[in-house]
């Protein structure tokens, strides 16, 4: 047992305490804290990795009480990719942070941060049900708090929507839960998938009720249509940073639903036969088509950005619906790109909304400064928003077609990822030529251009890493998607995780 | 015994809903506390309802009753606890910046400062 696996969970949440209580009135002393802390979640977050492509799954039993009765955490391959993307977006979001001076601007931005990640860490690694409920409200009483960060009037009651839908969610969740362990006395995932296989057949009812309460929960959390009414005013009115951390957080649903997909519910199983896949399938693609819409048909850059995380939200569900390995593959490549690519596109409108005042795409605005650099960078997010070549999103989306080419109605599912696709580049194009072409075309009065244009060095850096990023995601495209081949061979043999969990015996 | 439960269940559940619906701050807030209290009687109850029976396994006694539900309904209480305090502290941050307890977003560009005069303007007849 390798107490590595409880270090992404114990870090931060020692630290955000520390950096509340020791450092409050240090700004400079929180930073380094903060970078410091994210940085060795990423060093952590590769060692689990590395320990899970060499050694396989890992149940670690806190306390050490043997698995159905404990509370187990558990590091497979899918666990440490999504611990590794969560640190690595953590990362480019906190130097930006710190670039920007967003944290100047209210208080404990470092501390919420960390209570954050640690939320997004557990909820990544637990292998119990009612753990997962528990980590879902550490990270989303973090995220309350940094969704509000910096206050004023609209944010506050964007705020409020947002906490009073996600109660609603996490009763719902606990419904979920009770009526799970109602029917199947346990709540440990891998002892679930065990009890669940065999249930008797008068059971089977309550155990369809549950698992459809369960995904409505992780659609919430991964904003599926007709569940997605939280994100845009959340996202778009939360500080742009802020918003681009907020990408892993639908990632979050997704995970949970690929998790419960293939280890609880997986298809074809006797209780709940492919309900699952049949109730994700359309939604995604609603979802996809709500998005890419709104993209079009947004009226300021912070919901445009929004949207196109919805839409892309909806691609990954499109991809995870199959439930079969090579989607799963795709699915996971996918959810790489769009994590980076939607945080990436959230900054880029961070740094535009900082020089314009406000995001709205009317007319008659006066250029904004270091115009040049910062739509070359829009522009780069957006084409890998967009899922256009040369960057990963092209890949991405490839794939997933690929994928589900073979798939009943497989047809009209491309029509709706290459339609949507095309809605996409116009509403990205039209934002961008808005913002960033027509001011100079319109006569501008003298000194409009001397909007302030302040020296965020890091900012910049932070963002360019970002995109870099997805460059290093195309080139090794290779290497990448044979190792997430690996990783969706491995959680659709669910024998594996469960062998890790409760020992051979138990499998 | 099980009709009194579920029936009670299924009214604080209904009511917590309809109190959701009002989209105003209060009732929103007592909502969701409605829904809490309905959840965790629910979890309460996913052991199975027994009568004077201890909760752990003990040879003098004809049963037991199910200890984990029990750790579930601890957990769930906190949680809501802490969260119906979050909410409250931002519905009422957001009432004393806007002048205004409506959970809905209003105004055309939904929330730019735009509109905040004239939510301040109309806050004292809302505010009853």
């Known amino acids: 047992m390798s107490h590595w696996i409880i270090l992404p969970v114990v870090l931060p949440a020692m630290l955000a305490p520390l950096i509340v209580l020791g450092m409050r009135h240090d700004l400079v002393l929180q930073r380094v804290a903060s970078v410091a802390g994210t940085l060795g979640l990423g060093a952590i977050a590769a060692h689990l990795m590395w320990r899970a492509t060499v050694l396989g799954p890992e149940a670690y039993l806190l306390g050490n009480w043997p698995a159905p009765f404990g509370i187990v955490l558990v590091n497979d391959r899918l666990s440490a990719l999504m611990l590794a993307l969560a640190a690595v977006l953590a990362l480019i979001v906190v130097l930006y942070v710190i670039g920007s001076g967003w944290d100047r601007r209210g208080r404990h931005f470092h501390a919420l941060f960390q209570f954050q990640l640690m939320g997004v860490n557990g909820a990544f690694l637990t292998g119990d049900a009612f753990n997962l409920f528990v980590f879902f409200e550490i990270l989303l009483i973090a995220s309350y708090g940094l969704m509000i960060h910096a206050g004023g009037g609209a944010r506050l009651k964007a705020g409020v929507q947002y906490v009073a839908y996600n109660l609603a969610g996490s009763t719902l969740f606990l419904f979920a839960l009770g009526t799970i362990y109602a029917v199947t006395g346990t709540l440990n995932m891998a002892d679930l998938a065990v009890r669940m296989a065999e249930l008797p057949e008068g059971e089977a009812a309550l155990a369809r009720v549950a698992c459809v309460l369960l995904i409505i929960v992780f659609a919430v959390k991964g904003a599926l249509v007709p569940f997605q009414f939280w994100l845009p005013a959340t996202y778009a009115l939360a500080p742009g940073p802020v918003a681009a951390l907020f990408a892993i957080m639908t990632k979050v649903g997704a995970y949970a639903v ?180 027509k001011p100079h075309g319109a006569a501008q009065p003298a000194g409009a251009h001397a909007a302030h244009a302040p020296a965020q060095p890091l900012a910049f850096v932070a963002l360019g890493a970002g995109l870099a990023l997805i460059v290093a995601l195309t080139l090794l495209a290779g290497p990448v998607t044979g190792w997430l081949g690996a990783t969706a061979a491995e959680i659709h043999t669910p024998a594996i995780y469960i062998g890790a969990v409760l020992g051979p015996a138990g499998g | 015994m099980e009709l009194l439960v579920a029936s009670a269940i299924g009214v604080m559940t209904a009511s917590g809903i309809y109190l959701i619906l009002r989209l105003r701050a209060f009732p929103v807030i007592l909502g969701l506390s409605m829904l809490t209290y309905a959840v965790n009687t629910f979890l309460f109850v996913t052991g199975r309802l027994v009568v004077n029976r201890p909760p752990i396994l003990s040879p003098e006694a004809a049963g037991y009753t199910d200890p984990l539900p029990q750790a579930l309904v601890l957990t769930a209480i906190v949680i809501s606890f802490g969260m119906t305090a979050v909410t409250v502290m931002m519905a009422l941050g957001a009432f004393l910046e806007t002048g205004d307890d409506r959970i809905e977003m209003t105004g055309e560009d939904e929330g730019e400062d735009e509109g905040t005069a004239g939510d301040g303007a109309r806050a004292p007849e809302d505010a009853r």
Do not use: N
């Open chain 1, 258 to 437: 690929l998790r419960f997909g293939t280890l609880v519910y997986p298809p074809g199983s006797p209780a709940t036969g492919d309900i699952v896949a049949q109730m994700l399938l359309p939604g995604a693609v609603l979802t996809l088509i709500a998005g890419m819409v709104g993209v079009l048909g947004a009226r300021s850059l912070g919901r445009m950005a929004a949207y196109a995380a919805i839409g892309s939200m909806g691609t990954l569900f499109l991809a995870i619906a199959p439930f079969e390995p090579r989607a799963s593959a795709a699915a996971l490549y996918y959810l790489i790109h769009s994590t980076l690519a939607a945080g990436c596109l959230f900054l880029a409108v961070d740094l535009v909304t900082a020089r314009r005042g406000d995001d709205a795409l009317g007319p008659d605005r006066a250029p904004i400064a270091q115009g040049g650099v910062i739509g070359a960078l829009y522009f780069a997010a957006a084409v890998a928003v967009a899922g256009m070549p040369p960057l990963s999103g092209f890949v991405g989306k490839l794939l997933v077609l690929d994928a589900v080419r073979a798939e009943p109605y497989g047809m009209w599912l491309w029509g709706a990822i290459l339609g949507t696709s095309l809605i996409a580049i116009m509403g990205l194009g039209r934002a961008g030529s808005a913002v960033f072409w």
